[in-house]
């Protein structure tokens, strides 16, 4: 197959948002474990930039989760190159629909379901939820080409609702429209991609970072990249592992 360098024994993976925060630490990680790492980005001159740091590993990729031509467009290069994909991580992930960062107490204030803006909603669900689908429909061919095929998508704790009803939750008061139950739509996404693949023995998880300091949160969170990292890097390299789970820093954690 055309520009294929690297030997085709080598797992193959596809991180999108990976040139920064989260999605760039785990495809640090899969490069470091013998992954070739296909580098997501919006813009490929970050992508580029994440890659070379990354080392020889590393490809960067342009992919944009809310652009259908974007999305065939790095799956037919993939498919070019490898003829198939192992392991999709949908890491790709906004937290509002602004282009200023923005601090929880800000997104809080205009995300409320009693004055959310439904733009607002639109615009976030496009990525961190249709986004998701589209990029996991477009793959699903490679991935079935794969003899150990991984999703994983990157949720969050906010997205629980059984976590987030629970009177004594500290994060209640984080719960809105626009982010949080983006992730909580994301988690029932998650679970209809694995109990339809199952019967193909692709494994599709979600797992949460934690609370992060990363662009999404205006780097309020209070655990490291690398910390944020370890759970999402732990389910993403694991080829034997269950399918349907949500888990967290700690441990599984409830839908």
Same mark, same amino acid.
């Given at each position: 197959? $055309?520009?294929?360098? %690297? ?8 991180? &999108? ?7 760039? $630490? ?18 490929? $001159?970050?992508?580029? @930039? ?10 960067? !990729? ?6 259908? *031509?974007? !999305? ?8 070019? $190159? ?17 282009? #200023? +960062? @923005? ?16 733009? *607002?909603?639109?615009?976030?669900? *496009? ?23 991984? !999703? ?11 976590? %987030? ?36 023995? %692709? @494994?599709?998880?979600? &797992?949460? +970072? ?18 944020? #990292? ?26």
């Amino acid at each position: 197959m $055309e520009n294929q360098t %690297i030997s085709s024994t080598q797992p193959i993976a596809l991180v &999108t948002g990976a040139n920064q925060g989260v999605g760039n $630490e785990i495809a640090k990680a899969l490069a470091a474990n013998g992954y070739v790492v296909y580098v997501g980005s919006r813009k490929i $001159e970050n992508g580029e @930039k994440a890659a070379a740091a990354i080392g020889e590993n590393a490809k960067a !990729i342009q992919i944009d989760v809310t652009q259908q *031509e974007s !999305i065939s467009a790095a799956v037919e290069r993939i498919g070019n $190159e490898y003829g198939r994909l192992d392991l999709l991580v949908n890491n790709a992930g906004i937290s509002h629909g602004g282009t #200023s +960062p @923005k601090g929880p107490e800000e997104l809080m204030a205009t995300g409320r379901a009693v004055n959310v803006s439904l733009d *607002e909603v639109r615009t976030v669900w *496009e990525t961190n939820v249709f986004g998701v689908i589209a990029v996991t429909q477009a793959a699903l061919p490679l991935l079935r080409k794969s003899s150990a095929a991984r !999703i994983v998508n990157v949720s969050s704790g906010l997205g629980s609702l059984t976590w %987030i009803s629970d009177p004594d939750c500290w994060a209640r008061e984080h719960f809105g429209i626009v982010y949080a139950a983006s992730k909580t739509a994301l988690n029932a996404v998650t679970l209809a991609f694995a109990l339809e693949l199952e019967k193909e023995n %692709i @494994k599709v998880n979600a &797992t949460s +970072p934690g609370y992060t300091a990363t662009a999404l949160n205006n780097f309020h969170g209070t655990d490291s990249l690398e910390v944020g #990292s370890r759970e999402p890097v732990r389910v993403a390299l694991e080829t034997d592992g269950p399918t349907g789970g949500f888990t967290g820093p700690e441990g599984p954690l409830p839908w």
